[in-house]
């Protein structure tokens, strides 16, 4: 059974960068999409970026266009998150997912890691 363990989060400065890790352990077998959502307090969890472990094809949310960068390194089974020219409106819980279909749509999605926080400040 595959566990998603995050890493990485944190507080920063508007304008400031942070980068997530998320690293699969155990067999992934099917689940060929890996992909980061985000939920703040009070709002529903949103899609923020996914990847394609072959081939590397990326999606990102418009919010995030341009300033995160999805990264996989498929030796290591690590899919990394740089997130660059922070804004506050990025604060919240950050969750890896494993899936197996190229979906914004967090139903695509059946293995999710604990989340993590990132604040970041005005």
């Known amino acids: 059974q595959v566990q998603l363990v995050e890493s990485g989060g944190g507080s920063a400065q508007a304008g400031g960068s942070l980068t997530l890790s998320c690293r699969a352990i155990?067999?992934?077998?099917?689940?060929?999409?890996m992909a980061w959502f985000r939920q703040a307090p009070g709002k529903e969890r949103e899609f923020v970026a996914l990847?394609?472990?072959?081939?590397?094809?990326?999606l990102y949310a418009d919010s995030v266009k341009g300033r995160f960068t999805i990264s996989k390194y498929n030796g290591k089974n690590l899919v990394d998150l740089q997130m660059n020219s922070l804004k506050v409106e990025d604060t919240a819980s950050y969750y890896c997912a494993a899936g197996s279909q190229y979906e914004t749509n967090q139903r695509a999605y059946d293995t999710w890691g604990q989340g993590t926080q990132v604040t970041v400040a005005s």
């Open positions: 155990g067999g992934l077998y099917s689940r060929s999409i």
């Open positions: 990847i394609r472990w072959r081939g590397g094809s990326e």
